[in-house]
């Protein structure tokens, strides 16, 4: 374990270790790096070494203007309280990435979680692939911006007609 | 003994939530594990994206029922750092209040759940009432007993009521001196002891392995793991708590620090309350608030919650609705992967007790 770093030290460590494409502080406890697709498990595997334990959340940003998909890792070191971003795009089109499970363990359901509502195929989780939320599902993954829950909620459910006949005396006879 | 297929819940006394856990049993342990999340999922994180910033105000506290405030607070921090709005001072210490009172109402909450599944409804009664006085205080701040709408990025709606600080002052008065009454219904009650003593264990692996935080990493770390000491937000920084901790965490020990907890809450909301300045509660926002834009950003905020680190993700394309949000709920790891991996070996009257004492809330798992 290392001596506690501040997030500006941490970036300089990153950067000099890894080729970081864009590195910002977003605040005192919070950096955020843009790394390679190669670079990603061992950029992890590295700050899991130095303490950063634990996988606050694994998730996905659909930049569909830009055809691509940037799937986000928030980690956190509980001894030197620093959230970590580390970001990666991937192509939109044949989403596919390799699972980090091998270093947290606890990504499982995330990873099952961003195949869900992305599609994000996740290689050597086939456990990802299972549905988790959504029952039934039969659409494209709901969170793509390019999915109309409005145009999906009109072609799944009919509309419900309503007749005004209330003449109840009608029946009566 | 042959293998059953069992579930537990959506509707059981000791199920927290619309949610089931689906086993599989061989006399009463449980051989194979599994939740069923997804009755209560209602497209949060979607509906956000199709919202104002601003209008996502009504939406989001609905995303953990019983402790809502953690989300505006989250969502309020989260635009705050990528706007760099100021909070006046005052509103930081009522957020604090507002923030420690749901902390109370929701331990409250969960200890009386212990009733449900050791049959012991006794104490779910007192502990439901204290909550219904804590819901009269909310109502009377914000004009809502469960969502409040309160906190939002800037400050907080408007100022305290007149007359509310001696509401506050009585209850927790009350509260304190009735501490007692309940540890002797609940964990110090010799039945209700004997049932949780040294059941569902959670070691130290098992917290790193599945990424439990709040109560659960507490009781097994013994470290003040807590983000109010690690990142202290708001203005935890300048208030004197303690946080308790263990090494052996068994049922009771999680419950027990649940109870410890409140009795600090208390003490933060009295210091609150002699520390807090007068002054204006509330930063505006600059032009119509159904047009406000929030800079460019990706941000990640957080609050520890009553079951651990609860954030959003949230990302900023500079427009009038938020590009993402991602809702990461505190009891995710140990609903799902400590539900699955966690309870096989255990016996299926824990499984509820699993729920109970490591604070599950189902709401925001499926979001």
Known sequence: ?173 | MREIKLFLGPQHPGMHGNTSVHMYVEGDIIVKSYLLPGMLHRGFEKGMENRTWVNNLALIPRICVVEPDINEMVFAMGIETLTGMEVPERAHYIRMIILELARISIHLMAYGGIGGPTGHYTMMYHAQADRNTILDIFEKITGHRIYHQYIVPGGVRKDFPKGIEKDIVDFLDDLASRYTEHRDLGIDNPTIKKRLDHHIMLPESVVWELGVTGVGMRSSVNKPYDLRKVTPYARYSEIDFHVPTSDYSDATCRVDIKLQEVVQCIGIIKQCLAKMPEGPVRTKLEGNGLRWKVPKGQVYSAVESSRGEFGYFIVSDGGTKPYRIAVRGASFPQGLLGVEKYLPGQRMDDAALWFDTMGVCSPEIDR
Do not use: C
């Open chain 1, 1 to 173: 374990m290392m001596n506690s770093m501040s997030n500006i030290e941490l970036v300089k460590d990153l950067k000099a270790r890894y080729k970081i494409i864009n590195a910002d502080v977003v605040r005192d406890t919070q950096i955020a790096v843009d790394v390679t697709n190669g670079d990603v498990h061992s950029v992890l595997a590295y700050l899991k070494s130095q303490g950063w334990r634990q996988l606050s959340i694994l998730t996905n940003i659909d930049w569909i203007d830009d055809g691509e998909y940037q799937l986000v890792y928030i980690i956190f070191n509980w001894d030197n309280p620093i959230w970590v971003q580390v970001r990666t795009r991937i192509d939109r089109d044949n989403a596919k990435f390799p699972t980090i499970t091998s270093v947290y363990p606890g990504a499982k359901y995330y990873e099952r979680d961003v195949h869900e509502f992305f599609g994000v195929e996740f290689e050597g989780n086939p456990e990802a692939l299972q549905q988790l939320f959504l029952e039934g599902w039969d659409d494209m993954p709901p969170l793509r911006k390019d999915f109309d829950a409005k145009a999906y909620s009109d072609k799944k459910y009919s509309k419900r007609e309503y007749t005004t006949d209330f003449n109840t005396k009608e029946d009566e006879k």
